[in-house]
């Protein structure tokens, strides 16, 4: 059985065939009607529980769309709708729900739910994202630099803002992937020193400066994310101390010509990211966007019939 939990429990070899089959079932579905299903329907008869305790646009949508896609079917319910909500047990929810369904997404509020979660579960379990990671998201964005043309293996990306959820899953990636991974974040918001060591003596190549323009000088890509995260409760000190850190059209002159920006969304224009960038001609956020419907395929076929 196979947990989608943290990208640090994949192998090169996952990753590339997680990279290689969204691209193949994104081309070949190509001008579809987007509820048809693939040819293979290669998850014909299966169900996919989805939980949230925290919102959700991108996530939702593309992994009920990508289960329909895939010949299943999905079933969304927020923590709070559920007895979950109530006090009821993670690892009672956990078994109860694995004599139902297939496999079962979360977004979760702590990292520790999803993983007593998934000890108790007997079917396999997927990060929809929790406050530690969002393997999802980074799947979909490695995904959306090589359409770019960018070859992982030796590139440069800067992730420039809050050392937060999504930052620690292109930690996580680094080493599977082979880019070097440049972060810049102010003091108090910087990712955890622990993960950042167990990521490099994985072989991960992370490079920590305090300098934004340091981290986008030569980069292939630049990342940010908002600056307040779901479950962040210290709005203004964390405005304060990231706004030096914002990605405007002056940052982004200093990286690699025709380098690529990502945004996980949702945006928040004129804290992390001008409007400029974010529409300009080098942002790949829709691409990025859509690229979560075909990485998910990938990650729950990956799951359930590899
Ligand atoms: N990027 C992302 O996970 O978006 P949602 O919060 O809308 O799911
Ligand atoms: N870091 C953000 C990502 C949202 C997709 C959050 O956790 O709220």
């Given at each position: ?212 323009d340091?981290?986008a000088a030569g980069a292939?890509?630049l ?24 990605l405007d059209e002056d940052r982004l002159a200093k990286a690699a010509t025709g380098a690529?920006v ?12 001008t409007?400029g960038v974010?529409?300009g001609?080098q ?24």
């Open positions: 059985m196979k947990h989608f939990l943290t990208l640090s429990d994949l192998s090169a070899a996952d990753l590339r065939a997680l990279l290689d089959a969204a691209h193949a079932r994104k081309t070949a579905r190509a001008g579809r009607p987007k509820g048809a299903p693939d040819d293979d329907a290669a998850l014909a008869g299966h169900t996919l529980a989805m939980i949230f305790e925290k919102s959700s646009t991108r996530t939702r949508f593309s992994f009920e769309q990508a289960m329909r896609q895939l010949g299943g079917s999905a079933i969304v319910a927020t923590a709070d709708q559920m007895q979950l909500g109530r006090g009821e047990p993670v690892k009672d929810t956990a078994r109860v729900l694995s004599r139902y369904v297939d496999a079962v997404l979360l977004r979760v509020n702590s990292h520790d739910t999803l993983a007593e979660f998934a000890e108790h579960a007997t079917v396999p379990i997927v990060n929809g994202l929790s406050d530690y990671n969002h393997p999802c998201q980074i799947v979909a964005d490695l995904m959306t630099l090589e359409e770019r043309g960018l070859t992982l293996e030796g590139a440069r990306l800067a992730w420039i803002g809050d050392g937060n959820n999504v930052a620690m899953s292109f930690v996580n990636a680094a080493a599977l992937a082979g880019y070097t991974l440049v972060v810049a974040s102010p003091k108090g918001y910087r990712l955890p020193e622990a993960d950042v060591a167990r990521a490099r003596e994985a072989g991960a190549a992370i490079e920590i400066v305090d300098d934004p340091a981290a292939d890509a990342v940010t994310d908002c600056f307040v995260s779901m479950g962040d409760l210290d709005y203004e000190e964390r405005v304060a101390a990231l706004s030096p850190f914002a690529t990502l945004h996980c969304l949702p945006a928040y224009r004129g804290q992390e990211i409007d974010i529409e001609p942002s790949a956020v829709w691409d990025e966007a859509e690229n979560r419907l075909h990485a998910q395929k990938a990650i729950l076929s990956w799951c359930l019939m590899d």
